[in-house]
């Protein structure tokens, strides 16, 4: 495996359930990041960890929750999502947290939220 | 607060030179990255300029004008597969020794035969 992965690639939910996305980079990067894509808007930063510790939360809601154990993995939790939630999820790393401008990023996971 | 602000679309000919404009405001400015993503596809990292001036990178040259708060993508000999959306992105202290790169809507690039 190279570069970032991200498992599963689609996943359909309802509202009530629970579910987790999966990101894994094998570039020997410290710093990982969670963005949302949407239809017609910039991506939006979530979530930012830098050597597993997280180091921004952009308003993010609760519903969101991500989880960072070591610097190769990072999951997202998600629960009781909204229908507006459904998008383009996508994960990046780079070599650090100061080093972001050059992000590589995985292919996402298209959430539907029914 | 923050913005960009590129074009939403641009559509070029085979073989021609295309601009990609962004202009920029923002605190804690510290440099201009650059995006490429195919449909269907994950962004992919282009350039990044820190400093004023041009960039190039083969076909791809990045410029910079931080007086300015602008910066450009030129791509050169357009080929078909240069058809994609092209995401700037301001790179900026957003404090305590945090950086956080904010992206553009991005520029939906179609190039014609």
């Known amino acids: 495996e190279t570069g970032v992965t991200q498992t599963p690639r689609h996943l359909v939910m309802g509202m009530t359930n629970k579910k987790s996305l999966k990101c894994e980079q094998h570039l020997g990067h410290n710093a990982m990041y969670w963005y949302k894509q949407s239809a017609k808007k910039p991506l939006e930063l979530m979530f930012v960890?830098?050597?597993?510790?997280?180091?921004e939360n952009n308003s993010v809601p609760s519903r969101f929750s991500p989880e960072c154990p070591n610097s190769s993995h990072l999951f997202l939790h998600l629960h009781t999502l909204q229908p507006e939630d459904s998008a383009l999820y996508l994960c990046a790393s780079s070599p650090r947290g100061d080093r972001n401008y050059e992000q590589y990023f995985g292919p996402g996971t298209r959430l539907t939220v029914t | 607060g923050q913005s960009l602000e590129q074009p939403s679309e641009v559509t070029a000919v085979e073989g021609a030179i295309v601009q990609i404009n962004c202009t920029y405001q923002t605190s804690g400015f510290y440099g201009l990255s650059w995006y490429q993503q195919h449909d269907g596809g994950a962004p992919t990292f282009l350039s990044y300029n820190a400093l004023d001036g041009l960039e190039e990178t083969g076909r791809f040259s990045s410029f910079l004008s931080r007086s300015d708060s602008y910066g450009y993508l030129l791509l050169q000999e357009l080929q078909m597969k240069d058809s994609a959306s092209y995401f700037c992105?301001?790179?900026?202290?957003?404090?305590?020794?945090?950086?956080?790169?904010?992206f553009g809507k991005g520029t939906k690039l179609s190039v014609i035969p």
């Open positions: 992105a301001v790179r900026r202290d957003s404090g305590a020794g945090s950086y956080q790169l904010t």
């Open positions: 960890y830098n050597f597993k510790e997280q180091t």
